[in-house]
């Protein structure tokens, strides 16, 4: 179909132009190097060092994306209605809410990507473990298979952006997935000191679940990104998902938490003595409405269940994948909104 075609060339395109872009090489930088110093970071504590070490690192990867998600978002979105270079597209013709739809899906694949590439990192880095005293080993396998990824998908990008002019930040983030992958995959059978591990302690699916949930509430910002830049530029659109951000961490305490207090309240009072226009209900349906419209981030967050050594179950994936999915289409539904009232001549 004519219309598929069209949407999978705006997603290629738009992905290509998001992981060339410099801030997308200099976030995953930056989320590797505060990655790989969780680790010392971590050796502060008092206790649990490990658990500090997962706060860290899945903040790390977190924070990347919400600051990734913006950047590429006015990128590929604002920055192309500023310049008229959207009209190329839109006179193809393309409708418009196809043009929103397929820059979603090239900046979520960027999102995917580059979230990935610091996942592997924070696994080889979990792999490793912390150091709370100085007799603890090194894990050697850890330390070559992950450097040796390291040096390998630097030295290529370094050696095809010589040679054959390939875009740096791209080779690095493309060669990468796989090397960190085949390190990871191989790090998983060995122990620190090269002796043969068991599987069953070496992998753990809950940091994997837990890293899924971070990709859709990454998902999610991308969305909300998206739709904000088709009116707003860069600055304001960080603005928004920063906030919508630290308001959707906070929806618990700000919402919920006011919404059963107001419950108990109005469960004490005699029913003859309440209407549904009296303060307490009206405050009630403001917080509800508030807690529906803003996105719960608190539900994609699982590093307290991961800290309590808690078990993450599928039901609860299953329940939290499709809220994102909503959310989602919320968030494009809104975009496509904004920009059908856009002039862009």
């Known amino acids: ?9 705006l997603a290629r395109n738009t992905m290509l132009e ?13 989320g590797f190097i505060f990655v790989f110093l969780s680790v010392p970071f971590s050796s502060f504590t008092m206790e649990d060092d490990q658990r500090m070490f997962v706060d860290i690192g899945l903040s790390t990867i977190f924070i990347c994306g919400i600051i990734l ?8 979105v604002s920055r192309e209605i500023e310049n008229k270079t959207v009209l190329t597209v839109v006179s193809k013709p393309v409708p418009r809410p196809l043009f929103v739809v397929g820059k979603f899906l090239g900046v979520a694949s960027v999102l995917l990507m580059v979230t990935l590439w610091l996942g592997f990192i924070f696994m080889l880095t979990e792999l490793h473990g912390t150091m709370p005293t100085v007799r603890t080993p090194y894990n050697q396998p850890v330390l070559t298979f992950g450097l040796a990824a390291v040096v390998l998908m630097f030295g290529g990008g370094i050696w095809c952006n010589f040679l054959y002019g390939w875009n740096f930040g791209a080779t690095v983030i493309s060669l990468g997935l ?9 790090c998983l059978i060995f122990k620190p000191e090269w002796g043969t591990a068991d599987l069953a302690t070496t992998f753990k699916p809950n940091l994997w679940k837990a890293l899924g949930m971070l990709m859709v509430a990454e998902l999610v910002l991308g969305a909300i990104a998206v739709a904000v830049s088709t009116r707003l530029g860069q600055v304001l659109t960080l603005a928004i998902v920063l906030a919508t951000f630290m308001l959707g961490l906070l929806s618990d305490w700000l919402f919920a938490r006011k919404m059963q207090q107001l419950s108990d309240l109005m469960s004490k009072l005699p029913a003859a003595d309440q209407s549904w226009h009296d303060s307490m209900h009206l405050q009630w349906g403001f917080y509800k409405v508030m807690q529906s419209v803003i996105p719960n981030f608190q539900l ?13 179950g599928f039901e609860y994936i299953a329940t939290a994948v499709p809220y994102g999915f909503v959310l989602i289409v919320m968030a494009l539904t809104l975009g496509t909104f904004l920009f059908q009232r856009r002039e862009v001549g």
């Open 1 to 9: 179909m004519a219309w598929i075609e069209k949407l999978l060339a």
């Open 18 to 30: 998001c992981i060339r872009q410099p801030v997308t090489l200099v976030t995953a930088v930056i």
């Open 69 to 76: 998600s913006a950047f590429l978002a006015t990128g590929v």
């Open 178 to 186: 796989p090397l960190l992958c085949i390190a990871y995959c191989v």
């Open 300 to 312: 994609f967050w699982l590093s307290d269940a991961l800290t309590q050594k808690k078990n993450i």
